[in-house]
């Protein structure tokens, strides 16, 4: 059995015991959890408020109204982090309870990692950790996946929703089957629906009998968006919020294709919206069974915002800058502060140890996580702190299509390294998280000890080199090259010069095409690799 053989890998030594007190509300011994994942959801995208002393915290226009009691319940987050500024590397993390950097993917389409056939099968994820529990749980994980091989039923849950070849990925959210393209119904939105159910049904048939560890990992509100049509007039006939603009209220059948594929605000909201209805429907089948206050319930993003602004944070999704890594996170369970906004800086890959302890798991944790339990965090809010193996958060992004840096998040500082110029930003996320004011200059030894940290760190992980990235990047492209070389020298082959000239020359415009993109990525490559800015896309593509 694969999840024994893991089970005896569980050195003791790793066992981190906490000591905290005991929790204050009654809870079994063995938890209910569900963790609400949504995709792209920006930090200040819901109308609960992060930060109380921000008003930019929360939308004046998207209702997530089952959020907000959840958090009247529970406990909100100012400075909740997702563990990578995109999607593959923030989905891995939260499962193994590392940082994406120690598990050596680090951005999508990690061409390193795929370069070196990396697999994550060995990993030990949240599931397996309560599986090895003895306690009897079922997990189950509905919705988008990993991506980049494993599947969710590899890694330990016993339910899942895969229905195909590979992981889900972001076309599952699209499409009925991906082969075809053929569009999901209607009244399935982003699979929102379908989720809806598949959770529900799940909490319907477990709760009370077996105790359960769901993962809900949504495919809103990732691009292309879609949403309900009666959903979206609700949201046209709603009080108009600040962002919104004249063009947004045009009849839908006058909305441009590029806005509704990413920027209308109407169609986001409902969005959000379904989401939060989700959520509601979810409460209510586990107080129906009586297991509501037997239940944690997370409800976070796997980045940072894609639709911008992110209240006042800086830039969004796959940009180191807060915009793209500080996400929204409420938790509510047993023994979690009632009605509480808890500014200590957490992280998902704090996730795996937290539900250890949570859910009083006598199997020591794996070896090498980075996480530490955020259980004194749930209880007592500012008043803990979190204890993990190492120095604050380190995020490695040694992207090759965008800015490559290095972060590290201690206490109220985050420190800012690029990784082609050796450039430094330092900012005082208390003071100034909208990163307006670059105190490296001003603070030499604060940038210097925060530099050792991050470096000390990146050498113990043996972390990903920016110029192997680039080099797996060209390597990739050259073998893309060849194989449509010869894709195309054996189909023409099988054809007659003459009688199937026609097909020939549209097999030759195929390649053609296929080379000129090669070659554009390749100058894409070259392009940030000699390019020295922070965010967004290199000047010469502006
Ligand atoms: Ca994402």
Redesign the pocket.
């Known amino acids: 059995m694969k999840l024994t053989t893991r089970l005896k890998l569980f050195p003791l030594t790793a066992f981190l015991a906490t000591g905290l007190a005991p929790l204050t509300t009654a809870a079994s011994d063995a938890p209910n959890f569900i963790l609400m994942y949504i995709?792209?959801l920006g930090w200040a995208d819901t109308s609960v408020p992060m930060m109380d002393s921000e008003p930019e915290s929360k939308s004046d226009f998207y209702q997530t109204p089952h959020l907000e009691t959840l958090a009247a319940r529970g406990m909100r987050f100012s400075n909740a982090y997702a563990p990578a500024p995109?999607?593959t590397p923030?989905r891995k993390s939260i499962q193994f309870g590392k940082t994406p950097g120690r598990l050596q993917y680090t951005f999508v389409h990690d061409v390193l990692a795929l370069k070196r056939n990396l697999t994550w099968v060995d990993e030990v994820s949240m599931a397996d950790v309560l599986k090895g529990s003895g306690k009897g749980y079922v997990t189950a994980h509905f919705g988008k996946g990993m991506a980049a091989r494993e599947r969710m039923s590899e890694i330990g849950y016993d339910v899942t929703d895969e229905y195909d070849i590979g992981s889900n990925g972001n076309f599952h959210g699209d499409y009925v089957d991906i082969k075809s393209r053929k569009k999901l119904p209607a009244d399935d939105p982003k699979r929102m629906r379908s989720l809806k159910k598949s959770s529900v049904d799940f909490v319907r048939e477990h709760a009370g009998k077996k105790p359960f560890f769901m993962m809900i990992s949504h495919y809103a509100v990732?691009v292309p968006h879609e949403a309900s049509a009666e959903l979206i007039e609700k949201y046209r006939n709603s009080p108009r919020g600040k962002y919104c603009k004249d063009e947004d209220y045009l009849p839908t059948d006058q909305i441009s294709a590029g806005k509704k594929n990413s920027h209308w605000r109407l169609q986001y909201a409902a969005m959000i919206d379904e989401i939060d209805q989700g959520l509601g429907a979810l409460v209510a089948e586990l107080e129906a069974a009586g297991e509501l206050d037997n239940t944690y319930i997370i409800y976070t993003s796997?980045?940072g915002g894609g639709m911008r602004p992110n209240g006042p944070l800086g830039w969004g999704?796959a940009q180191l800058y807060e915009g793209g890594l500080r996400v929204p996170m409420v938790v509510a369970g047993p023994g979690v502060k009632e009605n509480v906004q808890c500014d200590v800086p957490v992280v998902q890959w704090d996730y795996l140890s937290t539900i250890h302890d949570l859910a009083g798991v006598s199997t020591p944790l794996p070896e090498n996580l980075d996480g530490g339990s955020l259980r004194g965090v749930f209880e007592r809010g500012n008043a803990a702190e979190v204890e993990r193996p190492g120095e604050g958060m380190v995020f490695h992004y040694p992207c090759y299509f965008a800015p490559p840096m290095s972060v590290i998040r201690v206490g109220d500082y985050k420190y800012m390294k690029h990784l082609l110029t050796g450039e430094t930003q330092l900012f005082n996320m208390k003071s100034d998280y909208s990163e307006k004011f670059n105190l490296a200059r001003e603070m030499p030894e604060k940038a210097a000890e925060l530099d050792k940290v991050l470096s000390d760190y990146l050498v113990s992980i043996d972390a990903e080199d920016v110029q192997d990235v680039y080099q797996a990047r060209l390597e990739e492209l050259d073998y893309f090259e060849a194989q449509s070389r010869k894709i195309f020298a054996r189909e023409s082959a099988r054809l007659d010069p003459v009688a199937d000239a026609d097909k020939i020359a549209q097999q030759k415009k195929r390649l053609d095409d296929n080379l000129l993109r090669f070659e554009k990525n390749r100058e894409e490559v070259a392009v940030y690799r000699n390019s020295s800015h922070w965010a967004g896309g290199p000047p010469s593509k502006k």
Do not use: F, G, I, V
């Open positions: 995709d792209d995109t999607c923030s990732h796997d980045n999704k």
